[in-house]
C-alpha cells in the first residue's frame, strides 16, 4: 500500500464543477454542497486506514464547520472493482453508521478527482466563499491510528480561517494517506 503526501496548497485555484450520485440516491454538484462561506471537498474511501482513524473527526469538523458556513462534501474515487470494500453499497452503509452530516458521492469515471488533483485518501480542499482554494493540508496529526484528542485540528482551524477571512493559513502541513486507487484502463 503506497502512501502519499499532497503538494501544496495553489491558492486561489478555481474548484472544477461536478454532478455526481449520492449515497442518498440524490445527484449533487459543487453548488449544492458549497455554503455561505466557502465549501470543504474531502477525498475519501472506506478501505484506507488513515481515514479510517478520522472518520468519527471527519464528521465532528463537518458539523462544526457547517455551522459557520462551510459547506462540506466527500468523494469516493476509487476502482471499486479491485477494491469493493469502497463499493457504492458499502459506502451508503459507512455513511449511515458514521451519520455523515454531507453528501457521501461517488466518482465512478474518476473524472472529478483527476480535476482536483486528488492523490491519497484523505485529500482535503478547502475552497473560500468565491470557491478559491485556500486549503491543501491534513486534518490534524493522525496517520493510520488516531492522535492523541488534545492535538491541534488542522483542517479546522484552517477553514475556521477561511470563513471568518476569506484566506486560508501560509503554512499547511500536507495531508498523508493510501493513494487513489486509479483505474487501469
Known sequence: MASLETPVCDFGSPAPNF?????DGKTWTRDDCKGERGLLVMFICNHCPYVQAVRDR???DAKELAALGIGCVAIMSNDVNDYPEDSFENMQRVAEEFAF???????ESQAVARAYGAVCTPDFFGYDANLGLQYRG???ASRKEAAPANV???LFEAM?????????????IPSMGCSIKWRAD
Not at 454532478?19 to 449515497?23: F, I, N, Q, R, Y
Not at 475556521?160 to 499547511?172: I, M, N
Open 138 to 140: 491534513r486534518l490534524d
Open 152 to 154: 491541534r485540528r488542522d
Open 19 to 23: 454532478s455526481l450520485p449520492g449515497v
Open 160 to 172: 475556521k480561517q477561511v470563513a471568518e477571512t476569506g484566506a486560508g493559513p501560509a503554512d499547511q
Open 58 to 60: 471527519i464528521v465532528r
Open 101 to 107: 452530516p454531507f453528501p457521501y458521492l461517488l466518482d
